[in-house]
């Protein structure tokens, strides 16, 4: 069992946990998602990595109810515990095997949209201990779901946006990187992670920018394994599986209202509560 050490909330409707997971935390990359179990009967969640240290042991996921079992480990307290917490699955972000000379030359701008803020923090902080301080956006659509701020204050640049400008810059995340742009900021690399129609747009904006531009597709997943086919792409014409091949991938390569259709199709926990409810 995977006991929770620390429950609490980071939104009206946004989680924290942290895990005791030594063996996760021990190997964990930036980039990498888990997999949970609330019980033995209980689906697989796979879950992005919010935070981990490797001391204490402990590994930090955040999330956002958006169907049955979700709901259900929303209700789970410090104290409680995790039947599985599997990992680490996927790929690290890229800038973990490069050469640390090269990448301290790079001027990296992450771009954070909402629940997609809490992937983004293990790879700034990781940047910032070695040396890399990169620029980071994170939006909102208003002011109380603005989440992690000072975490990200202490290891990056930060702006911050929020859709109905409630809160710091007005807008999406996309006029801020035009404002940055507009101001005299040069990115070689832009790493966008937040919901689909977010990297898509991201996406548009940095070919024409002509900044390489790297997204997460974990959002498709279903089962984490590579064994449902449900988190298929097409990246750059070729067929590519999120969650063994990424979940991070070229932004500019993939096809997004493709995997947009594919992620209706599947709705990942509300389409498998309608199957376990017809069985
Ligand atoms: P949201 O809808 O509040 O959007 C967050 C921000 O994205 C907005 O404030 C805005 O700045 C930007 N955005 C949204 N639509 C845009 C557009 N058309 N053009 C430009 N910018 C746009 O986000 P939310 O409700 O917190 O997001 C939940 C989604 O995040 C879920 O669908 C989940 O799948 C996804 N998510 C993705 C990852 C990942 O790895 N990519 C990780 C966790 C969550
Ligand atoms: Fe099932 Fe990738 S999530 S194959």
């Known amino acids: ?7 609490d909330k980071l939104a009206a409707n946004i989680y ?4 005791d997971a030594p063996r996760v935390a021990k190997h964990c990359q930036p980039g990498q998602f888990i997999i949970v179990k609330l019980d033995e009967k209980g689906e697989r969640i796979p879950l992005t990595i919010c935070d981990y240290d490797r001391e204490k042991g402990t590994v930090t996921i955040v999330f956002q109810p958006i169907g049955e079992s979700t709901t259900e480990m929303a209700q789970l307290q410090t104290g409680d515990a995790f039947e599985d917490f ?3 699955l996927g790929q690290p972000s890229e800038f973990v095997t490069e050469d640390l000379e090269e990448l301290k030359k790079k001027r990296i701008l992450f771009v954070a949209g909402g629940v ?8 700034v902080k990781w940047l910032h201990e070695h040396g890399v301080t990169a620029d980071a956006i994170i939006g909102a659509k208003t002011k109380d779901l603005v989440i992690l701020e000072k975490e990200f204050e202490e290891v990056c640049n930060l702006y911050v946006t929020t859709d109905d400008g409630s809160y710091k810059r007005k807008g999406m995340v996309t006029q801020t990187i035009k404002d940055l742009v507009e101001e005299g900021k040069q990115y070689d690399v832009c790493v966008a992670i937040g919901p689909m129609i977010m990297m898509k747009f ?5 070919k024409e920018l002509g900044i390489h531009t790297i997204v997460s597709m974990n959002p498709i997943m279903v089962d984490g394994t590579g064994m449902c086919g449900a988190c298929r792409l097409t990246v750059g014409g070729e067929v590519k599986f999120a969650c063994v091949d990424g979940p991070e ?3 500019h390569l993939v096809d997004f209202d493709q995997a947009m259709k594919r992620q ?10 309608v199957l376990k409810a017809k069985e």
């Not at 069992?1 to 429950?7: H, R, S």
């Not at 924290?16 to 895990?19: A, D, I, L, S, Y």
């Not at 997609?116 to 790879?123: C, E, F, I, K, L």
């Open 86 to 88: 599997v990992g680490p």
């Open 264 to 273: 209706q199709m599947y709705k990942t926990e509300e389409g498998r509560a």
């Open 16 to 19: 924290r946990m942290v895990v």
């Open 202 to 206: 991201v996406c548009l904006l940095t």
């Open 1 to 7: 069992m995977y006991k929770i050490l620390k429950a």
């Open 116 to 123: 997609g803020t809490a992937p983004v923090y293990p790879q």
């Open 249 to 251: 991938f070229d932004g």
